[in-house]
C-alpha cells in the first residue's frame, strides 16, 4: 500500500465520493491529499528539483509539503488549472501566467514516479474518439457506423444513408459554466431537418454522427484493474431519457440496477482497455432489443459516484 495517495481534482468536485475514497484510503493505513488545481498555482503548490543528483517531487495541498516517491500513488480525476488567478491582470500577462501553469502543473504530473490512475497521456490520447473507434472494432466490439467530419458534403452523404434517423454527438465532451457557475453540458441531440439545413456550420467545428441504434435498456460499465461493474438503466421507461439518459440524470440516479455482462462483452472491454493502457474507464453500452450489445464510448475520467452511494451501491471506493 502507498505511503501517500494524491488526488488531482478541484474543490467543487463531488463531496460525498472523494470522502468515500478517502475513507478507504486510510483504513489502509496510506494518507490521504487532494491537490484542487484550480487552487493551482494560486494557492496550492508543487516542486520539482534535483537532489544529490536525482530529481524529487513535492506537493502542498495547503498544509505541510510532501514527497512523492515511486511507493505513492496518484489518482488523476479533474483539472481545473489556473482559476485563480487574478481577473485583472494586464493584457496577455494572464494568458502567459495560465500557460506557465498548465506546462509546469502538467510536466509535472507526467514525471511523477508514481502509480497514477490514470497517466496524462494515456488519458489524452484514449480520449480520442477516432482511436476509440478503430481500437474498439479491432476487438470484436459492436458499433454504431459513425462520420466525424468538417465536410458539409460528406455529413449529408453519411445522414442520408441512415433512413431510420442519426444522431449528433460532441467530440470533446465539453462543458460550459454560467456566471452562477452551474455547469452545462452538451447532450446527444437528433438530427432534424434543422440540422440538415445547417450543415455548412461544419466548416466552424466538426461533429460526430451515428445511425440510430433502437434501445432496450442502456448499460455503464465500469472498469477499474481487471475489474467491471455492470449497471443497467431502462431509459425507454424515462420520458426525456430516450436519446441521453443525462437529460434525465438526476431524476435517474436511484433506477440503476446491477447487470451481468455477457463474458464475450467483457473480454472485448478489458481487451480494449489493455490496447489503451488505461486503469479506469466508464463505459456506456446500448442493449438493443434483440440482445445486441452496442458500444457508444469509453469515458476516461467518467463519474461514479451514484452508483455507489445511490445505487445499486458497487463497492467502487473499497
Given at each position: 500500500?502507498?505511503?501517500?495517495?494524491?488526488?488531482?481534482t478541484?474543490?467543487?468536485?463531488?463531496?460525498?465520493?472523494?470522502?468515500?475514497?478517502?475513507?478507504a484510503?486510510?483504513?489502509?493505513?496510506?494518507?490521504?491529499?487532494?491537490?484542487?488545481t484550480?487552487?493551482?498555482?494560486?494557492?496550492?503548490?508543487?516542486?520539482?528539483?534535483?537532489?544529490?543528483?536525482?530529481?524529487r517531487?513535492?506537493?502542498?495541498?495547503?498544509?505541510?509539503?510532501?514527497?512523492l516517491?515511486?511507493?505513492?500513488?496518484?489518482?488523476?480525476?479533474?483539472?481545473r488549472?489556473?482559476?485563480?488567478?487574478?481577473?485583472?491582470?494586464?493584457?496577455?500577462?494572464?494568458?502567459?501566467?495560465?500557460?506557465?501553469?498548465?506546462?509546469m502543473?502538467?510536466g509535472?504530473?507526467t514525471?511523477?514516479?508514481?502509480?497514477?490512475?490514470d497517466?496524462?497521456?494515456?488519458?489524452r490520447?484514449?480520449?480520442?474518439?477516432?482511436?476509440?473507434?478503430?481500437l474498439?472494432?479491432?476487438?470484436?466490439?459492436?458499433?454504431p457506423?459513425?462520420?466525424?467530419?468538417?465536410?458539409?458534403?460528406?455529413?449529408?452523404?453519411?445522414?442520408?444513408?441512415?433512413?431510420?434517423?442519426?444522431?449528433?454527438?460532441?467530440?470533446?465532451?465539453?462543458?460550459?459554466?454560467?456566471d452562477?457557475?452551474?455547469?452545462?453540458v452538451?447532450?446527444?441531440?437528433?438530427?432534424?431537418?434543422?440540422?440538415?439545413?445547417?450543415?455548412?456550420?461544419?466548416r466552424?467545428?466538426?461533429?460526430?454522427?451515428q445511425?440510430?441504434i433502437?434501445?432496450a435498456?442502456?448499460?455503464?460499465?465500469?472498469?477499474?484493474?481487471?475489474?467491471l461493474?455492470?449497471?443497467?438503466?431502462?431509459?425507454?421507461?424515462?420520458?426525456?431519457a430516450?436519446?441521453?439518459?443525462?437529460?434525465?440524470?438526476r431524476?435517474?440516479?436511484?433506477?440503476?440496477r446491477?447487470?451481468?455482462?455477457?463474458?464475450d462483452?467483457s473480454?472485448?472491454?478489458?481487451?480494449?482497455?489493455?490496447?489503451?493502457g488505461?486503469?479506469?474507464?466508464?463505459?456506456d453500452?446500448?442493449?438493443?432489443?434483440?440482445?445486441?450489445?452496442?458500444?457508444?464510448e469509453a469515458?476516461?475520467?467518467?463519474?461514479w459516484?451514484?452508483?455507489?452511494h445511490?445505487?445499486?451501491?458497487?463497492p467502487?471506493s473499497?
Amino acid at each position: 500500500m502507498p505511503q501517500n495517495v494524491l488526488v488531482i481534482t478541484f474543490s467543487g468536485d463531488h463531496r460525498v465520493m472523494l470522502d468515500g475514497v478517502r475513507a478507504a484510503v486510510e483504513a489502509r493505513g496510506a494518507r490521504y491529499h487532494e491537490l484542487h488545481t484550480d487552487r493551482f498555482p494560486t494557492e496550492h503548490t508543487v516542486t520539482q528539483r534535483t537532489v544529490d543528483g536525482q530529481e524529487r517531487f513535492y506537493a502542498n495541498t495547503g498544509g505541510d509539503t510532501f514527497e512523492l516517491t515511486a511507493t505513492d500513488a496518484v489518482w488523476y480525476r479533474r483539472m481545473r488549472l489556473g482559476q485563480g488567478l487574478p481577473r485583472d491582470m494586464q493584457t496577455g500577462h494572464r494568458e502567459g501566467a495560465l500557460a506557465e501553469t498548465r506546462e509546469m502543473f502538467e510536466g509535472w504530473l507526467t514525471a511523477l514516479p508514481c502509480f497514477m490512475v490514470d497517466r496524462l497521456e494515456r488519458v489524452r490520447r484514449a480520449k480520442c474518439k477516432s482511436w476509440q473507434q478503430v481500437l474498439a472494432r479491432e476487438v470484436g466490439l459492436d458499433m454504431p457506423r459513425t462520420c466525424l467530419t468538417n465536410d458539409p458534403t460528406e455529413a449529408a452523404a453519411f445522414l442520408s444513408s441512415c433512413p431510420d434517423g442519426a444522431i449528433a454527438k460532441m467530440l470533446a465532451n465539453w462543458a460550459w459554466f454560467d456566471d452562477a457557475g452551474r455547469e452545462h453540458v452538451v447532450m446527444t441531440t437528433r438530427v432534424d431537418d434543422t440540422t440538415l439545413q445547417h450543415l455548412d456550420g461544419l466548416r466552424l467545428s466538426p461533429l460526430q454522427f451515428q445511425e440510430l441504434i433502437p434501445k432496450a435498456h442502456e448499460l455503464r460499465v465500469t472498469a477499474m484493474g481487471n475489474r467491471l461493474f455492470c449497471a443497467r438503466l431502462d431509459s425507454q421507461q424515462v420520458a426525456g431519457a430516450e436519446l441521453d439518459w443525462r437529460h434525465k440524470g438526476r431524476e435517474t440516479l436511484a433506477d440503476w440496477r446491477a447487470e451481468a455482462l455477457p463474458d464475450d462483452i467483457s473480454r472485448r472491454l478489458l481487451a480494449l482497455l489493455n490496447r489503451t493502457g488505461l486503469q479506469y474507464s466508464a463505459a456506456d453500452f446500448i442493449v438493443t432489443p434483440d440482445g445486441r450489445h452496442v458500444f457508444l464510448e469509453a469515458n476516461t475520467s467518467g463519474e461514479w459516484f451514484w452508483l455507489e452511494h445511490v445505487s445499486p451501491g458497487f463497492p467502487l471506493s473499497a
